[in-house]
C-alpha cells in the first residue's frame, strides 16, 4: 500500500473540507443551482447543452450520424456547458437536468419542449424520434439496449472509478488503481470476447450501443484518455481496437468528437456547433478567435 496513514470512517460523514482533486472546486454533496443563468436557445429544433466529455460525445456522433442519413430534423445548436467553472450549477441549466451533469438536451420541435438527460436516455429518446440506429425487431432491439445499459453501468468504473484514481485524484493509492484497473480490463475483456463474435456490438449493424460504448472504450483503447494505454495494455484487445477504428473512420463520428470539445489538438475542438458550416476550417478559426 502507499497511503502511508490508515483512514477511520466517523459515525457521521460531514462536509467540512474540499475533497481534493482535479475537480474539487465543483464537488459537492447538495443538488439545486447555484447562481442564476439563462439558457441561451438557438434557431434549431433541438438545444444541446454539452461539453465534449465522453458522455457528450454520444450525443453529437448520434446528431451528426442522424443529419448524415438525410434526418432535417435533426439540425442542432450545441451549447458549450463548462463543468470546470461551475455552468452545469446555473438555473436554467438545472431546469433542463435537475442532476447538473452534462450532456442536456431540449427538444423544441413541438409545441411543448421536452427536456431529456441522460446521455443513454437521449442516444434512445433520438434514436425512437427518427427510427434509426435502434433496432425495431427482437432480438436485436434487446441485444441493442443490453449494451447500451450495460456502458452506463459500467463506465463509472472506467471514469469514476480508474480514470478518477489513475489521473484525477491528488494522491495515488494502490488499493484503488489496483482495484480499478482489474474491473477495467475485465470489462475491456467482456467487449473483446464480444466483437470476436460480432462485428458490432447488437450484431452486423451499428447502432446506439455502439455510438454509446465506444467513445469511453474506444477512446481508451486508442490512447486518448487518462495516459494509461502503457499501463492497461491495451493493445492486446485486438477486436476492440478493430471495432473502435471502423467507427473512428465513419466521417459523422469525427465532426461529432470535435463538437464542444476544448482539449487536444485546435484543429479538433469546436466549441459551439450551430451549423454545418461550422466544420469549415475558416469558420471554425473565426469561432476559435472570438471565444
Not at 500500500?1 to 447538495?30: C, H, L
Not at 450525443?59 to 452545469?88: P, R
Not at 473502435?244 to 466521417?251: D, G, Q, S
Amino acid at each position: 500500500m502507499t497511503d502511508s496513514a490508515e483512514y477511520t470512517p466517523p459515525k457521521i460523514w460531514v462536509w467540512n473540507k474540499a475533497s481534493g482533486g482535479q475537480f474539487a472546486n465543483i464537488n459537492r454533496p447538495i443538488a439545486g443551482p447555484t447562481h442564476e443563468k439563462v439558457l441561451p436557445v438557438g434557431r434549431h429544433p433541438l438545444q444541446l447543452y454539452s461539453l465534449g466529455t465522453p458522455n457528450g460525445v454520444k450525443v453529437t456522433i448520434l446528431l451528426e450520424e442522424l443529419l448524415a442519413l438525410g434526418h432535417s430534423g435533426a439540425e442542432y445548436d450545441a451549447w458549450l456547458i463548462k463543468i470546470g467553472e461551475g455552468d452545469q450549477f446555473g438555473s436554467g441549466f438545472v431546469d433542463v437536468n435537475p442532476n447538473s451533469k452534462i450532456p442536456a438536451l431540449l427538444d423544441r420541435s413541438g409545441p411543448t419542449p421536452i427536456r431529456v438527460f441522460e446521455s443513454g436516455s437521449i442516444l434512445t429518446y433520438l434514436a425512437e424520434k427518427f427510427g434509426a440506429f435502434l433496432p425495431t425487431e427482437q432480438p436485436a432491439r434487446a441485444e441493442c439496449l443490453s449494451w447500451l445499459f450495460w456502458q452506463m453501468g459500467s463506465a463509472p468504473y472506467l471514469g469514476g472509478g480508474f480514470g478518477h484514481f489513475y489521473a484525477y485524484a491528488p494522491s495515488k493509492i494502490e488499493y484503488a488503481i489496483d482495484r480499478f484497473a482489474m474491473e477495467v480490463k475485465r470489462q475491456l475483456d467482456v467487449l473483446d470476447r464480444r466483437l470476436a463474435e460480432s462485428e458490432y456490438l447488437a450484431g452486423k449493424d451499428y447502432t446506439i450501443a455502439d455510438i454509446a460504448v465506444w467513445p469511453w472504450y474506444g477512446g481508451l483503447v486508442k490512447g486518448w484518455q487518462y495516459g494509461a494505454a502503457e499501463f492497461l495494455q491495451v493493445q492486446d484487445y485486438k477486436n476492440v481496437q478493430r471495432w473502435a477504428e471502423a467507427i473512428f473512420a465513419r466521417p459523422a463520428v469525427k465532426r461529432g468528437r470535435k463538437v464542444n470539445r476544448l482539449s487536444g489538438d485546435p484543429a479538433d475542438q469546436l466549441h459551439e456547433r450551430h451549423d454545418a458550416s461550422d466544420f469549415d476550417t475558416k469558420t471554425q478559426d473565426k469561432l476559435a478567435a472570438a471565444s
